[in-house]
């Protein structure tokens, strides 16, 4: 069966540094394109970045854009997302996610080809704070 397992998350000053990283297995990885996402508490689900099969097309969320980095390793099965610059409202639950096109969320659901995303992991907690 599919399986995500998120972990990296921890508690870190505004402006530290934190690596995400995430561990897949139960499909073919490299075949996929893949993204993070995150759910601010008292909000809905973000998307925060997505990186083609190959690893060299990488997409950004405006908001991190410039602070965040998408990475992979298709041999290993995993995808990691290097946080610089952290800020206050960076603190959520990142996960990650198959990205089959189109990928967008609104409120506790996202999408991906126009359809709800059920395959997720338990998530790891990043919380930035002074």
């Known amino acids: 069966q599919v399986q995500l397992v998120e972990s990296g998350g921890g508690s870190v000053q505004p402006g530290g540094s934190l690596r995400l990283s995430c561990a897949a297995s139960g499909f073919d990885f490299g075949s996929l394109d893949m993204a993070w996402v995150r759910q601010i508490p008292g909000k809905g689900l973000e998307w925060v970045s997505t990186?083609?099969?190959?690893?060299?097309?990488?997409t950004y969320a405006a908001s991190v854009k410039g602070r965040f980095t998408i990475s992979r390793d298709n041999a290993k099965n995993t995808l990691d997302l290097q946080m610089n610059a952290v800020m206050v409202e960076d603190t959520a639950v990142y996960y990650c996610?198959?990205?089959?096109?189109?990928?967008?969320?609104?409120?506790?659901?996202?999408?991906?080809?126009?359809?709800?995303?059920?395959?997720w992991g338990q998530g790891t907690q990043v919380i930035v704070s002074s």
């Open positions: 996610a198959k990205d089959r096109g189109g990928y967008y969320c609104s409120g506790l659901v996202c999408y991906s080809a126009g359809r709800p995303i059920s395959e």
């Open positions: 990186i083609n099969t190959a690893g060299d097309t990488p």
